[in-house]
């Protein structure tokens, strides 16, 4: 089965490849043409997903950070540590130099709080990029300062300067639009939150949105005086609902085709699959364990699978024994990337 398995890891590349190139793109990012998705883009667990991924793919990655160094005044890096600790991105370290060269561009002052954790005397250092078969490129010409100085080897970094003005056309930037409006804060969450679901309790909102309860708590009740946003009984709690169809019209934004999607738990999940079918050692193990460990796995990333909405797409894995289960893993994968890529 090694060969399926390989087969399968070009197949996931390539499809998480798609998905990126078109989420970067819908926001102003240069050199790719396509379609645009319906979903709208949630930028922090979009970034953080990105460093991780495009690292087998130089181009990409840089272009991400030249999207940054023109929009990154729309990140909201609160919520960007709050998702990264939460559901522990293994892109936290690149983030880093990241950060580093953000605040180096002066008006992008907030993102030195990402900066002052770094641990700059690291010895040993790695290549930044991968090949795609997961062996590391080595680098290049002359190191990159500041990738260099925490702990990755790249070559120096060019920015190109030519990604646009974030857009928040169609559905894909409605949190862009909502940001560009009301300011990068958790305002902007319960909205886009509240037009996708008839009335929800601040402890649900809170968990999607990856706030602190109380903040979301006392944002609602600031909120309900603007006489825009209401609250009703729902049993014993206090749910909290808007007149969506003004909202729509509004934001002139697509009523039928808005969806909430919990992005950090679908992307927290897919990450975890890249790096295991990356890992040579899954590779080169027999189908009896190849099989072992992706069940593992799965019973890890079964939560976050769910609370992304996808849970329906998964089998039960209890009842496929033995080196059966790794063509079922690979066919859930599947389904999941064919629903939304």
């Known amino acids: 089965m090694e060969q399926s398995l390989i087969s399968f890891r070009n197949r996931f590349r ?6 990126l190139w078109r989420q970067w793109h819908a926001l102003g990012v240069a050199g790719y043409e396509g379609a645009l998705d319906a979903w709208y883009i949630d930028p922090e667990a979009l970034l953080l997903f990105s460093l991780t991924i495009s690292r087998s793919e130089a181009r990409l990655f840089d272009e991400v950070i030249d999207w940054l160094v023109t929009n990154g005044n729309f990140i909201n890096i609160q919520r960007l540590k709050t998702i990264l600790a939460k559901e522990n991105f293994s892109s936290g370290k690149v983030l880093i130099p990241v950060a580093e060269i953000m605040s180096n561009e002066g008006k992008l002052l907030k993102w030195k709080g990402l900066v002052k954790s770094s641990d700059t005397n690291e010895p040993v250092h790695e290549n930044l990029f991968f090949s795609a078969d997961g062996s590391s490129v080595q680098m290049f010409g002359s190191p990159d300062k500041v990738f260099y100085k925490h702990g990755f080897n790249r070559g120096e970094l060019k920015l190109r300067r030519h990604s646009q003005q974030v857009r928040n056309i169609h559905n894909t930037g409605v949190l862009f639009k909502l940001r560009a409006l009301f300011g990068i804060n958790v305002r902007c969450e319960i909205i886009l939150y509240l037009l996708t679901h008839e009335s929800a309790h601040p402890s649900k909102i809170a968990r999607e949105t990856y706030y602190a309860q109380k903040t979301v708590q006392d944002t609602l009740i600031d909120m ?3 006489g825009l946003l209401f609250v009703k009984p729902y049993g014993k709690e206090k749910h909290y609902w808007l007149k969506t169809d003004k909202w729509f019209e509004f934001l002139s934004i697509e009523k039928t085709s808005l969806k909430w999607t919990n992005w950090p738990s679908l992307l927290i999940a897919l990450e975890k699959i890249w790096l295991k ?13 190849q099989s072992s460990e992706l069940r593992q796995l799965m019973d890890e990333i079964r939560p976050k699978i769910e609370a992304a909405g996808f849970g329906p797409l998964l089998s039960d894995e209890k009842q496929y024994i033995g080196e059966s289960y790794l063509d079922v893993f690979l066919k859930d994968t599947e389904k999941i990337l064919v629903t939304w890529v």
């Open 14 to 19: 390539e499809h998480l490849s798609s998905f």
């Open 224 to 226: 309900v005086i603007s």
């Open 277 to 289: 079918i990356n890992d040579d050692k899954l590779i080169n193990m027999d189908s009896l364990m």
